[in-house]
């Protein structure tokens, strides 16, 4: 069985990069990291114009209809260049989820949208501390209006819409759950932006008075949508962490090759190597699992809970220990402003809570092949 990417997809991928290494250099970045912009609107619209925000959206709903394969290769690169751009939340979460669950009319009034960067959208679930769960779902639907508080929703103060997870029975069932799409700049919202970590993907806090809101899919299967857009995010957004592991692995490396200490490269010392070459076999053990998820997520086959779980947490651990290490590489001038390793340390801690932490996906890896094996 091959898990490569065909040429074709290659291709696409090389055309990315150039283009984010072109339109996304670190200045970009740290403009919006400075506060300057709260994202960087050129880069959206020239990834609209480049199709690669619509790729996996069917082509009659205004997207290019390539697939999810051809996606994830665009997210390894988003990753690599930590594009400061609604993108995540936009096309893994919310755009996923009208995919998965919308109806003809849902469809064709956002995802046109979406493919050509009209709008942005985000997927409101948490609501404070702690994993996803219908439990941790306290916001409610009654009346086809929404009441209730949802924090943090990943770019929700630069959000037209968003796809909520709201609870619509008292069973403590996950039939409870239902979602809704609610547009965010109308009556009955309110949003206040967070701070956080990685201000390059901004956080915000969403409270609902009476909002209005419109029922996306059957009542009841909330719950089940989001385990099926949680999953098919967390393989797009590994990917995104692998390339931001391997861009950091690169930093390392060159920066061990240009440094001279004691009359030497640094990167002749044993230490020094021995860190690089831990960060080489995470980033790799980390990308075997991308593709074996890419596969799984593209076939939609039986095996994409597992297969996501262990991509996620396999990038997450990579993307940590490469971005903290390629610090430690750089030494002192690692640790300054100036240098550019910190960006991708903050991107690295950011995206690790995003679809909720580490201990949430080795948790739902376990469970998840104890009842296939138990099947």
């Keep these: 069985?091959?898990?490569?990417?065909?040429?074709?997809?290659?291709?696409?991928?090389?055309?990315?990069?150039?283009?984010?290494?072109?339109?996304?250099?670190?200045?970009?970045?740290?403009?919006?990291?400075?506060?300057?912009?709260?994202?960087?609107?050129?880069?959206?619209?020239?990834?609209?114009?480049?199709?690669?925000?619509?790729?996996?959206?069917?082509?009659?709903?205004?997207?290019?209809?390539?697939?999810?394969?051809?996606?994830?290769?665009?997210?390894?690169?988003?990753?690599?260049?930590?594009?400061?751009?609604?993108?995540?939340?936009?096309?893994?979460?919310?755009?996923?989820?009208?995919?998965?669950?919308?109806?003809?009319?849902?469809?064709?009034?956002?995802?046109?949208?979406?493919?050509?960067?009209?709008?942005?959208?985000?997927?409101?679930?948490?609501?404070?501390?702690?994993?996803?769960?219908?439990?941790?779902?306290?916001?409610?639907?009654?009346?086809?209006?929404?009441?209730?508080?949802?924090?943090?929703?990943?770019?929700?103060?630069?959000?037209?819409?968003?796809?909520?997870?709201?609870?619509?029975?008292?069973?403590?069932?996950?039939?409870?759950?239902?979602?809704?799409?609610?547009?965010?700049?109308?009556?009955?919202?309110?949003?206040?932006?967070?701070?956080?970590?990685?201000?390059?993907?901004g956080q915000a806090e969403i409270t609902f008075k009476d909002a209005k809101a419109e029922p996306l899919g059957a009542a009841g299967e909330g719950w089940s949508v989001i385990t099926q857009v949680l999953d098919r995010a967390a393989v797009l957004t590994a990917f995104e962490q692998v390339g931001g592991a391997d861009r950091a692995l690169e930093m390392g490396r060159d920066y061990a090759l240009d440094r001279i200490a004691f009359g030497r490269p640094i990167g002749s010392f044993q230490a020094v190597k021995h860190m690089l070459a831990d960060m080489y076999v995470s980033a790799t053990l980390a990308r075997s699992n991308c593709y074996y998820g890419a596969w799984a997520l593209s076939t939609n086959a039986g095996e994409l809970p597992e297969a996501a779980a262990a991509a996620r947490i396999s990038a997450t651990q990579a993307f940590q220990h490469c971005a903290k290490n390629n610090i430690q590489v750089h030494g002192g001038m690692g640790f300054t402003w100036e240098f550019d390793c910190h960006m991708y340390y903050r991107r690295a801690n950011a995206v690790a809570l995003g679809l909720g932490s580490l201990s949430y996906w080795e948790d739902a890896l376990i469970d998840r092949m104890r009842k296939k094996n138990a099947a």
Aim: a neutral charge; glycine letters at 10%.
């Design 1 to 201: 069985m091959n898990f490569d990417f065909s040429d074709e997809q290659k291709q696409m991928r090389d055309e990315a990069r150039k283009f984010l290494s072109e339109q996304c250099p670190p200045k970009a970045v740290r403009e919006v990291l400075d506060g300057k912009a709260p994202y960087d609107k050129s880069l959206w619209k020239g990834l609209a114009e480049m199709g690669f925000l619509g790729v996996a959206i069917p082509e009659q709903f205004g997207g290019a209809g390539a697939g999810h394969l051809e996606l994830c290769v665009i997210a390894e690169e988003m990753g690599r260049a930590l594009a400061p751009v609604p993108f995540s939340s936009t096309v893994y979460l919310a755009a996923e989820a009208i995919l998965i669950a919308g109806s003809d009319a849902q469809k064709q009034k956002w995802l046109p949208k979406i493919a050509s960067g009209d709008a942005i959208g985000t997927l409101a679930l948490f609501e404070g501390k702690g994993n996803p769960s219908p439990k941790a779902v306290k916001v409610t639907a009654n009346g086809g209006v929404l009441n209730g508080v949802k924090k943090p929703v990943a770019d929700g103060a630069i959000a037209d819409f968003a796809v909520v997870a709201a609870r619509t029975g008292s069973s403590g069932r996950e039939s409870d759950i239902s979602l809704f799409i609610v547009d965010l700049k109308g009556a009955g919202v309110e949003v206040k932006p967070l701070t956080n970590i990685d201000l390059t993907r």
